[in-house]
């Protein structure tokens, strides 16, 4: 995948995935992993939320077809790898204040 070629959008826009099919993956351990750390990266990358969702529906039985949709999902983060998330304080200038309240009869 190193060597793959990067793409701008992480899933086609009419892309219908089906658990329909014969061309079932030999091995779907790979599937399997490579979906998880997906999931693990949108908490980073919350745009390809919707496409790992999409893939992680097939993972009882995962299909060529669904494989193919991975490792889009991969060539687009390749493509996209300086994209990230950036948190900034406000710059609102506020006071900050914590209040907390009790119920003493409990």
Not at 23 to 31: C, G, K, N, V
Not at 48 to 70: D, G, Y
Request: hydrophobic share 40%.
């Amino acid at each position: 995948m190193s060597e793959a070629k990067g793409i701008a959008t992480p899933m086609v826009s009419n892309l219908k995935l089906s658990k329909f099919g014969t061309d079932e993956l030999s091995d779907p351990r790979e599937y399997r992993s490579i979906v998880g750390a997906l999931q693990y990266v949108t908490l980073t990358r919350p745009e390809i939320a919707f496409s790992v969702n999409k893939v992680c529906q097939f993972l009882s039985r995962p299909l060529q077809s669904h494989w193919q949709a991975v490792k889009r999902i991969l060539r687009y983060l390749l493509h996209t790898c300086s994209h990230g998330l950036l948190l900034q304080p406000s710059q609102a200038v506020s006071k900050f204040s914590i209040r907390a309240y009790s119920d003493s009869d409990w």
